[in-house]
């Protein structure tokens, strides 16, 4: 089986790939290398560009004729970066996955596999969420992913493609074999300012302490990314089978912001000292999932706790610029 994975060079794409690899399945990548690093292609089949480059799409399929299915990645998606910026969120996330999507279509593409956020969630009041949970995106990136499953659902009723949409949780830790992780240096997740403060010697900012959580801070529900890799894989393998065309990706337990510094303190040899702040522009209290549908559609669970995806986050720390040049 070979599929075709957009963004196939960033954290989560990359990972993908590996897990396919792992599986049998020959990965094509295609990556602008906006966010993106070279080096999570080696040894894959890689094409540098555009995914609203339709000449660039259909060289891929033309060359690679036997592509079965798209896992769709590619996008921004940092919240704040997304205040700041939503038109060119849009263009990159909502413009350019439609023109990617009429690309597909005219090369016979009938599968995709869509990233997808549980940032479009509107949470109940005790947090958590199934996949019939109301929809309340509250920041530009939660709404190009929101529009963007609207777009495809409106596309997929009346064309010959099927576009399955995997509603990501909250990705933590790294590839265990340490091929890819987080490339960003500075990420700007909770996890990433851990790491941050520990590697500097610094206290470690709570954005945010007013939610009406069990803490005041924010919760989330951290799933291990190479959880959500073999997720994908399920999918694809699964995929004609399937009676869905919306699943969660997470742990069904919700973890709040003090509790991850907690369970970081738990892993480090150096605990680091928290302080509290005020919140971010477009974050939110947060959410858990409370369905099986990933486990009854997919036969997946995750296998992974919070603290190894921590351990596993900050060996791949440890090892980011030695293996990114």
């Known amino acids: 089986m070979r599929v075709l994975i957009t963004g196939g060079a960033g954290y989560i794409g990359s990972t993908i790939g590996s897990a396919c690899l792992d599986a ?24 540098e560009g555009d995914i609203g480059d339709g000449a ?12 079965e299915a798209v896992v769709h990645c590619a996008a921004l998606i940092v919240v704040p970066d997304s205040v700041a910026d939503p038109v060119g969120y849009y263009r990159a996330n909502v413009a350019k996955s ?70 990501y949780f909250n990705p933590i830790g790294a590839d265990p074999a340490m091929r890819t992780g987080l490339q960003l240096r500075r990420p700007s997740h909770a996890l990433g300012k851990m790491i941050e403060a520990y590697e500097d010697g610094v206290p470690f900012a709570i954005t945010g302490t007013d939610y009406p959580t069990s803490d005041g801070t924010g919760i989330r529900d951290y799933v291990h990314v190479w959880d959500l890799a073999a997720a994908h894989v399920a999918a694809l393998r699964r995929f004609d089978s399937l009676d869905a065309d919306v699943i969660n990706l997470g742990t069904g337990a919700g973890t709040t912001v003090r509790e991850l510094a907690e369970a970081f303190n738990r892993v480090v040899d150096r605990p680091i000292d928290v302080v509290e702040a005020p919140a971010r522009p477009g974050d939110v209290a947060g959410a858990y999932t409370r369905s099986d549908r990933a486990r009854r559609l997919l036969g997946w669970e ?10 596993h986050s900050l060996e791949w720390a440890a090892l980011r610029d030695s293996r990114l040049a």
Not at 124 to 138: C, R
Not at 302 to 309: C, D, K, M, N, P
């Open 302 to 311: 995750t296998g992974f706790t919070v603290e190894e995806g921590i351990r």
């Open 98 to 167: 439609l023109e990617f999507t009429d690309h597909l279509l005219r090369n016979g593409c009938e599968r995709m596999i869509f990233s997808s956020s549980a940032s479009i969630y509107q949470a109940g009041a005790d947090h958590t969420v199934d996949e019939s949970s109301p929809l309340a995106p509250q920041s530009p990136y939660a709404r190009t992913k929101a529009v963007c499953e609207a777009m495809f659902a409106d596309i997929a009723a009346t064309r010959p493609i099927r576009i399955l949409s995997l509603r």
């Open 56 to 67: 660039l799409v259909d060289k891929i399929f033309a060359e690679h004729p036997d592509i």
């Open 24 to 47: 049998g399945i020959e990965p094509v990548i295609l990556d602008s290398l906006v966010t993106g690093r070279r080096e999570f292609a080696d040894g894959r089949v890689f094409y």
